[in-house]
């Protein structure tokens, strides 16, 4: 009998995507030929509720391992809204039940992030078959060690801050490269150390303004007069981490700003009278082509995820374990996520290596 296999990118995008769907794709062709057909929905859950949708076929999947982005497209449709009618009346849940039925699906794959789990929870739960692929930069899904799209952002963020040294140590400035991660600090903490960052800031460890002052006025004692802070675009001082979030914002939006970094900087320039600059690196860290080791992730992940169409293993994750692909269920992982623990080990490498973490 012959599988019909939906498949759908949701949430923000990363390297790696199209390397993933061609992974399942390929290894679904391999393993059962003529007896597979998958279905491409577009924009992520947002293509499953509108019932847009197409019959893929097999070349179109070839030449995208390399290229970034996502060829089904992608959307951010968030969970807390999934159950909620708005203006439209659209009932959404029963929307994707319905399309899930009109396309005739045996499964759903849904590659994405932390809110892509918990909608895919939610959709095992309402009793379809789903297999969903951990992506994201922030490397935050619970359960397994790494996800794709992380290594390519690491590099590109990795880049910003070697590129940023040269041109701190000319001017005698410190420089604050703002990465992305709005609650999970790994992307920061991993391209900080492989930058060879002074200072790392992430969201898991509020910082003070005096230690971050204290670590580049050492640094100019020992005659080196510039500074590289890695931050988090999460990353908050020890009375921000006091407050609700919903209160911080309306704080920041009061100085004008909506992360750390601008008033980091300010406040670097009065305490210290070291001149100071920010670089945003932004979405160049989800753009453009995977580096090797996620192109290798992605097919691995992709390839047990065929597998697993195959043998009809649903309500599962694709995760990495100490160096093995293996599985979660949806359920154990959906609305918890992975953040940097105090105690890390990167965090001791770091503290060891004499990088002040806030
Ligand atoms: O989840 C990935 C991520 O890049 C986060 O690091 C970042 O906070 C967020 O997405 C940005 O989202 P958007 O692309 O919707 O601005």
């Given amino acids: 009998m012959k599988k019909r296999v939906g498949i759908l990118t949701s949430g923000g995008d990363c390297p790696g995507l199209n390397a993933t769907l061609r992974g399942v794709a390929k290894a679904l062709y391999q393993r059962m030929g003529e007896n597979v057909e998958l279905i491409g929905i577009s924009n992520g859950y947002a293509g499953l509720i509108n019932g847009d949708w197409r019959v893929m076929e097999p070349h179109e999947f070839s030449g995208i391992l390399t290229v970034g982005g996502t060829i089904l497209g ?33 499964c759903l794959l849904c590659l994405g992030g932390n809110g892509t789990h918990k909608t895919a929870n939610l959709l095992a739960e309402e009793g379809l078959n789903i297999i969903a692929l951990p992506k994201t930069i922030d490397n935050d899904i619970f359960g397994t060690d790494v996800t794709f799209g992380f290594h390519s952002a690491m590099e590109i963020a990795t880049e910003a801050i070697d590129r940023v040294h040269t041109t701190a140590g000319s001017h005698s400035r410190c420089m604050v490269v703002e990465l992305m991660g709005n609650k999970a600090g790994w992307l920061t903490l991993y391209a900080g150390i492989a930058g060879g960052a002074d200072i790392i800031l992430i969201p898991e460890l509020p910082y003070t303004i005096e230690n971050v002052c204290a670590a580049i006025e050492r640094r100019a004692a020992q005659g080196k007069h510039f500074s590289i802070l890695a931050v988090a675009e999460g990353a908050m001082d020890a009375k921000e981490a006091r407050m609700k979030r919903k209160e911080r914002m309306a ?99 770091a503290r060891r290596m004499g990088i002040s973490v806030g």
Avoid at 86 to 94: R, S
Avoid at 294 to 320: C, H, I, P, W
């Fill in 74 to 106: 992608t959307k951010r449709t968030p969970f807390k809204l999934m159950r909620v009618v708005e203006e439209d009346q659209v009932d959404k849940v029963a929307a994707m039940k319905k399309n899930y039925q009109e396309m005739k699906l045996d």
């Fill in 251 to 349: 704080k920041r939006a009061e100085q004008g700003y909506t992360t750390a970094t601008n008033r980091i900087a300010r406040q670097i320039e009065a305490l210290t009278g070291i001149e100071t600059r920010i670089c945003v690196p932004g979405h160049m860290q989800r753009g453009g082509s995977p580096c090797p080791y996620d192109r290798v992730l992605a097919t691995q992940f992709g390839s047990y995820a065929a597998k697993m169409v195959e043998d009809g293993n649903y309500g599962v994750t694709v995760a990495m374990k100490n160096n093995h692909v293996g599985e979660n269920r949806l359920k154990d992982v959906a609305g918890k996520s992975r953040l940097v623990p105090e105690g890390h080990g990167m965090l001791e490498v």
